[in-house]
C-alpha cells in the first residue's frame, strides 16, 4: 500500500515538474497529426478515420487553451524560464492547420464563440509574456512579441474562415458565370478542375438556395455548341470537383486563404516565425543557464512552426485556387500560372479532387435474413442499441462488378435528364414527378403503379424495395444483366438512404418505417417454416476469436452469400399476400399510412409489374421500367434533399445524391442558357423579317 502511494507521489512530481513540457509537445503532435490526415475525409467516409480526426479536432483546441492558463498561473523556477516563451506558439496553435478548420458543419455557426475564446486566449498569452518574459532578455520578449502577432493573425484566420465558412454567409453574384468559358477549355483533368472554380458560383448558388439567373451578356452572344454535349460525361467531373472546392470553402481556410488579405496573413505569419527563430538562436549565442531539455522543446516548437508555415504558404501559393486567380487575371500574370501548371501536372491535384465512387447498399431481405446468433447482435440487444446495430453492421457499399460499374449508374442518371429535359420543353411531364413520367411513357401508369409513385415518399421506397426484390425472384423472362444489377443496386442506395441517412431524403425523417415489415417477414417466416428450413433462423454460436472479430469488425452488407434464403423470404412474403390479389384495390395516395400492410401492396405492386412484363411479351425488359422509377426517384430525392443535409455529407466522402443534386441544377442552369439563346434568336429573326416585309411595303408604295 505504502508503495503505492509513493508510486504515485512520484508521477504527480513528475507531472508538477514536466507537465507543461509533455502539454506543450502533445499540442505539437495534434498540429501536425491534423495536418497530414485533416483533408482525407474530402474522399472517404471511415468510421475508424473520422473517431481519430474527431479526437484530434477536440484535443488540439482544449490541449492548447487548458495548457496557456496553466502557464498563466504557474510559478516557475528561473530553470524554466523559456517555458513562457510557449505560450504565442499555443496561439499559433488554435490557428490550426489550414486543410480544417471545422469538424462539423455546426462548428462554422459557433464562430462567435471562438471569437470569445480568442479574446480570452490573447489575454492570456500577453499576460504570461508581461509577467514572465517582460524583465527577462530584451531579444527573448522580442522572440515572444514577434511570435504573439503571428499566432494572433494564424488564429483570427481560422475564425474568419468559420464565420466564411457558414451557408447563411455564402455570397455569389447574381448573375453566374459563363457556361461557354468550358469550351474554350480542354477534358483534361487539370483543365476541367479550372472549369469547376470558374462555375463554382453556380455551385455556391445551389448551396445558399438562390434563384440562378444567366448572364444577359452571354444571352446575347450567338449560340455555340451545347455545353452539355461537349461535357457528355465529364460533367460529373465536373460537379464533383466543384463539390471539392465546396468542402474546402465550408471545413477549411480556402474562403479566406486566397484573398488579398489571406495572402498578407500568411507571409506576416510567415515573416514572423523566421523573426522569432533568427532572434531566439541570437539570444541563445549570448545567453546560457537555460534548462536543456526546455531549450530542445523551444526549438522543435520553432522549427516546427517554421516548417508548418512554409508548408502552409506553399500550399496557398500552388493551389489550384491561385491558379483559377491568375487565369482569371489574364494577361501579365503567365509565368506564375506557368510555374503552378507544371507543378500541379507533377502532382495531379484534379485526381485528389474527384468523388471516392462508391455507395451505400441496405436490403430488407438481407436483414431479415441474419444470425441473430452473432455476438454482435446479441451484445446490441442486450445494450438495447438493436437498430444501431442493424443499420451500421448490416450495411455495405457498391463500387463495381463485372458488369456493372458506377460509371454505368451516372450514364443512366445522364440520360435520364436528358429524357426529361426534353419532355419539359414539350411540357410532358412536371419537375417533381418520382415514377410517373417513366410509368407514362412505357404506359404502365396503373393502379397500384400510379398509387405507388404518389404516396409518402419513404413509404413509396419501402414498397418499391419490396416490389423490386419479389420481381428479381418471380421474373421467368430474360432480361439484361446489367440492368437487374443496376435496379438492385439502385433499390438498395435509395433504402440506404431510407434507413441509414434518412436526412438525405425529403419529408420527415422516419429512419423506421421498414422495421414494421421487417417483424412481419420475420413472424411469418416462423409460421410458415417453424424452425426446419426457416431461413431466418439463427445459426450456432462460433467462439473462434477470428469469427468473434470479424462479426464485430465486418460490414456484413448485401451479399451474394444469402441469395437462396432470400428467394425463400420471396416466395413466402409472395404467398402470405397472395390472398389479395385481384381483390384488394389501391387505397388513396394521400390517406393513412400503409406502414403495416406494406408488404401486401409491394407484392400486389410486383404482381402487376409482372402482368405488364407479360403482356410485353419480352419485347421490352422490366427491369427497364423499374430501373426508370428508381432513377426519378434518385432524380426526386436529390433535388428536395436540404442543401444543408448535402453539405453535411462533404465532410464524410460526399454522396452520390448529391451529386446528382448538383448535376441537375448545372443541367437545368445550362439547358436555361441555351433555350434563352435559342429564343433570342428567333425573336430577333422575326424582328429581321418584320423589318424586311416592312421596307418591302414601302417599296411597294
Known amino acids: 500500500m505504502e508503495a503505492g502511494v509513493k508510486e504515485a507521489g512520484r508521477l504527480v512530481d513528475l507531472w508538477n515538474e514536466w507537465g507543461i513540457q509533455i502539454l506543450v509537445l502533445v499540442s505539437f503532435t495534434l498540429q501536425v497529426f491534423l495536418l497530414i490526415f485533416g483533408g482525407i475525409r474530402r474522399r472517404s467516409s471511415s468510421n475508424a478515420l473520422k473517431f481519430f480526426l474527431w479526437s484530434a479536432y477536440l484535443l488540439a483546441d482544449s490541449t492548447a487553451i487548458y495548457t496557456l492558463g496553466h502557464l498563466s498561473v504557474d510559478d516557475r523556477s528561473d530553470e524554466h524560464q523559456l517555458v513562457a516563451f510557449w505560450a504565442p506558439f499555443l496561439l499559433l496553435h488554435?490557428?490550426?492547420?489550414?486543410?480544417?478548420?471545422?469538424?462539423?458543419?455546426?462548428?462554422?455557426?459557433?464562430?462567435?464563440?471562438?471569437?470569445?475564446?480568442?479574446?480570452?486566449?490573447?489575454?492570456?498569452?500577453?499576460?504570461?509574456?508581461?509577467?514572465?518574459?517582460?524583465?527577462?532578455?530584451?531579444?527573448?520578449?522580442?522572440?515572444?512579441?514577434?511570435?504573439?502577432?503571428?499566432?494572433?493573425?494564424?488564429?483570427?484566420?481560422?475564425?474568419?474562415?468559420?464565420?466564411?465558412?457558414?451557408?447563411?454567409?455564402?455570397?455569389?453574384?447574381?448573375?453566374?458565370?459563363?457556361?461557354?468559358?468550358?469550351?474554350?477549355?480542354?477534358?483534361?483533368?487539370?483543365?476541367?478542375?479550372?472549369?469547376?472554380?470558374?462555375?463554382?458560383?453556380?455551385?455556391?448558388?445551389?448551396?445558399?438556395d438562390i434563384i440562378m439567373l444567366p448572364n444577359p451578356s452571354v444571352l446575347s452572344q450567338s449560340k455555340p455548341r451545347s455545353v452539355i454535349s461537349y461535357m457528355g460525361e465529364d460533367l460529373y467531373k465536373l460537379v464533383e470537383m466543384e463539390l471539392s472546392l465546396m468542402y474546402d470553402f465550408l471545413y477549411t481556410k480556402a474562403a479566406v486563404i486566397h484573398t488579398w488579405y489571406g495572402f498578407c496573413i500568411h507571409f506576416i505569419s510567415l515573416l514572423g516565425t523566421a523573426i522569432t527563430f533568427l532572434l531566439f538562436q541570437i539570444m541563445i549565442r549570448r545567453e546560457n543557464g537555460y534548462n536543456r531539455v526546455d531549450l530542445i522543446i523551444s526549438y522543435m516548437l520553432l522549427v516546427g512552426a517554421l516548417v508548418l508555415e512554409i508548408i502552409s504558404v506553399c500550399r496557398a501559393l500552388l493551389s489550384t485556387w491561385t491558379s483559377s486567380l491568375l487565369h482569371r487575371r489574364g494577361r501579365g500574370w503567365e509565368w506564375p500560372l506557368h510555374?503552378?501548371?507544371?507543378?500541379?501536372?507533377?502532382?495531379?491535384?484534379?485526381?485528389?479532387?474527384?468523388?471516392?465512387?462508391?455507395?451505400?447498399?441496405?436490403?430488407?431481405?438481407?436483414?431479415?435474413?441474419?444470425?441473430?446468433?452473432?455476438?454482435?447482435?446479441?451484445?446490441?440487444?442486450?445494450?438495447?442499441?438493436?437498430?444501431?446495430?442493424?443499420?451500421?453492421?448490416?450495411?455495405?457499399?457498391?463500387?463495381?462488378?463485372?458488369?456493372?460499374?458506377i460509371q454505368d449508374l451516372k450514364k443512366l442518371v445522364l440520360k435520364a435528364l436528358q429524357d426529361k429535359d426534353r419532355a419539359l420543353q414539350d411540357k410532358d411531364t412536371d419537375l417533381d414527378s418520382r415514377g410517373s413520367f417513366v410509368l407514362k411513357s412505357m404506359e404502365s401508369y396503373e393502379d397500384f403503379a400510379r398509387w405507388s409513385v404518389n404516396i409518402d415518399f419513404d413509404e413509396s421506397i419501402l414498397v418499391w424495395h419490396t416490389a423490386t426484390e419479389l420481381c428479381i425472384r418471380k421474373s421467368k423472362a430474360k432480361h439484361a444483366k446489367y440492368l437487374t444489377e443496376a435496379t438492385e443496386v439502385l433499390s438498395n442506395y435509395m433504402m440506404f438512404l431510407l434507413v441509414v441517412k434518412p436526412d438525405m431524403l425529403p419529408g420527415a425523417a422516419r429512419n423506421n418505417v421498414h422495421l414494421a415489415s421487417c417483424e412481419q417477414i420475420e413472424g411469418q417466416c416462423h409460421v410458415c417454416f417453424g424452425d426446419k428450413d426457416n431461413p431466418v433462423a439463427a445459426s450456432p454460436i462460433s467462439w473462434q476469436p477470428y469469427y468473434i472479430l470479424k462479426e464485430l469488425f465486418h460490414h456484413d452488407g448485401p451479399n451474394p452469400s444469402r441469395i437462396p434464403q432470400r428467394e425463400k423470404l420471396a416466395e413466402m412474403v409472395w404467398g402470405f399476400s397472395e390472398f389479395a390479389l385481384g381483390s384488394v384495390r389501391a387505397p388513396k395516395p394521400h390517406g393513412e399510412s400503409i406502414r403495416d400492410s406494406a408488404n401486401m401492396y409491394a407484392v400486389l405492386l410486383a404482381n402487376e409489374?409482372?402482368?405488364?412484363?407479360?403482356?410485353?411479351?419480352?419485347?421490352?425488359?422490366?427491369?427497364?421500367?423499374?430501373?426508370?422509377?428508381?432513377?426519378?426517384?434518385?432524380?426526386?430525392?436529390?433535388?428536395?434533399?436540404?442543401?444543408?443535409?448535402?453539405?453535411?455529407?462533404?465532410?464524410?466522402?460526399?454522396?452520390?445524391?448529391?451529386?446528382?443534386?448538383?448535376?441537375?441544377?448545372?443541367?437545368?442552369?445550362?439547358?436555361?442558357?441555351?433555350?434563352?439563346?435559342?429564343?433570342?434568336?428567333?425573336n430577333n429573326s422575326m424582328c429581321e423579317n418584320n423589318n424586311t416585309k416592312c421596307e418591302s411595303d414601302e417599296n411597294l408604295v
Request: hydrophobic share 40%.
Open 339 to 405: 510555374i503552378i501548371t507544371s507543378f500541379s501536372r507533377r502532382v495531379h491535384p484534379a485526381s485528389r479532387r474527384l468523388w471516392s465512387g462508391s455507395i451505400g447498399q441496405y436490403n430488407l431481405f438481407h436483414l431479415c435474413t441474419r444470425n441473430r446468433n452473432e455476438i454482435g447482435t446479441r451484445l446490441a440487444m442486450k445494450l438495447g442499441l438493436q437498430d444501431w446495430w442493424n443499420k451500421k453492421h448490416f450495411s455495405g457499399t457498391f463500387s463495381h462488378t463485372n458488369s456493372l460499374s
Open 94 to 208: 488554435l490557428g490550426g492547420p489550414d486543410n480544417i478548420t471545422a469538424y462539423a458543419l455546426e462548428d462554422n455557426t459557433l464562430w462567435l464563440r471562438h471569437l470569445q475564446t480568442l479574446a480570452v486566449q490573447v489575454l492570456g498569452a500577453a499576460y504570461v509574456i508581461y509577467r514572465y518574459v517582460a524583465d527577462s532578455v530584451t531579444l527573448l520578449l522580442l522572440a515572444s512579441i514577434s511570435m504573439f502577432v503571428a499566432g494572433v493573425l494564424k488564429y483570427g484566420e481560422r475564425i474568419w474562415a468559420l464565420n466564411c465558412g457558414n451557408i447563411s454567409s455564402i455570397t455569389v453574384l447574381k448573375f453566374k458565370p459563363n457556361p461557354y468559358q468550358l469550351l474554350s477549355m480542354g477534358t483534361s483533368e487539370e483543365e476541367i478542375l479550372l472549369g469547376a472554380h470558374s462555375q463554382f458560383d453556380i455551385c455556391k448558388g445551389v448551396f445558399a
Open 609 to 682: 409489374l409482372l402482368s405488364i412484363e407479360l403482356r410485353w411479351h419480352e419485347q421490352r425488359d422490366l427491369f427497364e421500367l423499374i430501373l426508370g422509377v428508381w432513377v426519378e426517384m434518385l432524380l426526386y430525392a436529390a433535388k428536395h434533399c436540404s442543401q444543408v443535409s448535402h453539405a453535411r455529407q462533404l465532410s464524410n466522402g460526399g454522396e452520390f445524391i448529391t451529386i446528382v443534386s448538383l448535376l441537375a441544377h448545372h443541367f437545368k442552369y445550362y439547358s436555361g442558357v441555351s433555350r434563352g439563346i435559342n429564343n433570342l434568336s428567333k
